[in-house]
């Protein structure tokens, strides 16, 4: 019999699971049944997130946190990006600087792109772990210049692709359905965080033996 699979889940507020119910564990505790369930091997998860962190913030904690976290580990979720442009955005509605974003926006791509790296070059398995990057959704409909920004973020953010990394399509989940965000309308309830893991679960496991 194989050995269990191990996740591991980095990132944001999005990974803790802000904004579901207490003790809710957000998309982690589902998607790993998921994982399990496509792959019918048991599923070992270790998380390393923290709530409100930027991109910058979480490659510092990755690169601090030691290696044994995440060398093991087959697949990876990230969830980075939405503080560094709720932030630019903010500043924004102050400022109206639009330099402010672009700049978030390309440091932002940078940091994920260099949090990539090093989860790949960090791991110790034969192959890399398949990573599955989420991208941002705006909590700001009723802002038609950061709604831009996000997809122009969530269009550039598909460069980061490769054969193993792959980014999930949360966008378009929360646009359709806006009753998937929890009451303080930045983060997602319990049926939210599920759907979230339903997309990962998409993107599917291939590399990895049943």
């Known amino acids: 019999?194989?050995?269990?699979?191990?996740?591991?889940?980095?990132?944001?507020?999005?990974?803790?699971?802000?904004?579901?119910?207490?003790?809710s564990s957000g998309y982690v505790k589902k998607y790993q049944?998921?994982?399990?369930q496509a792959l019918k091997r048991p599923v070992d998860k270790k998380v390393l997130a923290r709530p409100?962190?930027?991109?910058g913030e979480l490659l510092q904690l990755l690169l601090n946190a030691p290696p044994s976290d995440d060398q093991y580990a087959h697949i990876v979720t990230l969830t980075a990006g939405s503080n560094d442009l709720l932030q630019a955005g903010r500043q924004y509605l102050v400022t109206k600087e639009d330099a402010i974003v672009w700049s978030a926006?390309?440091?932002?791509?940078?940091?994920?792109?260099?949090?990539v790296d090093l989860l790949i070059k960090r791991s110790r398995n034969q192959a890399p772990p398949l990573i599955r990057i989420a991208n941002i959704y705006n909590p700001w409909p009723n802002q038609p210049d950061f709604d831009r920004w996000i997809r122009l973020f969530n269009r550039r953010l598909l460069y980061i692709q490769s054969p193993r990394v792959a980014v999930g399509n949360m966008y378009s989940i929360f646009q359709q359905h806006p009753q998937l965000l929890?009451?303080?309308?930045?983060?997602?309830n319990n049926e939210g965080y599920a759907r979230m893991a339903y997309v990962f679960d998409a993107l599917g496991y291939q590399g990895i033996s049943k």
Request: neutral net charge; contains cysteine.
């Open 1 to 23: 019999m194989k050995g269990p699979v191990r996740l591991f889940a980095t990132g944001d507020s999005l990974t803790v699971g802000v904004g579901g119910l207490i003790f």
């Open 33 to 36: 049944a998921l994982v399990s």
């Open 52 to 55: 409100g962190l930027t991109s």
């Open 182 to 188: 929890s009451l303080d309308r930045l983060h997602p």
């Open 105 to 115: 926006i390309n440091e932002c791509l940078h940091n994920i792109g260099s949090i």
